[in-house]
């Protein structure tokens, strides 16, 4: 995963552990793309209440590979979408700041957030 991608994740830990219910599509989508294993599912479903359960989703998806943040916001887009544009503004001004050669890869991903919110 892309240090910006870790960046923001962790700024907004709190918000997302606040309103993401992760005994929703999310992780099951996450494992569907191979992006959690089932010893990770596992792990996550051991937690004993909802805000547990997204801090160890949390906690696992910096380390699961370039794939896995662009996947994240896939699997919010049915359930969540305010939460996946939220992420997406949020990446989108963060990347204002940086010169536009630095965030091309992302540049679809705030296209997208863009077709959203209309």
């Known amino acids: 995963m892309d240090s910006r991608h870790k960046q923001l994740l962790r700024k907004r830990r709190v918000e997302l552990s606040n309103q993401l219910v992760i005994d929703s599509t999310v992780v099951q989508y996450l ?3 191979s992006i959690l294993t089932e010893s990770h599912l596992e792990e996550i479903r051991s937690q004993v ?26 699997s919010l887009k049915e359930d969540f979408p305010w939460i996946r544009a939220n992420l997406l503004q949020a990446l989108e001004i963060e990347e204002s700041e940086v010169s536009p050669a630095d965030h091309s890869c992302t540049k679809w991903m705030v296209e997208d957030a863009a077709l959203l919110s209309q």
């Open 31 to 33: 494992y569907q793309e």
């Open 49 to 74: 209440t909802n805000k547990k359960k997204t801090l160890a989703l949390l906690d696992i998806l910096p380390t699961r590979g370039p794939r896995a943040f662009e996947t994240f916001l896939q």
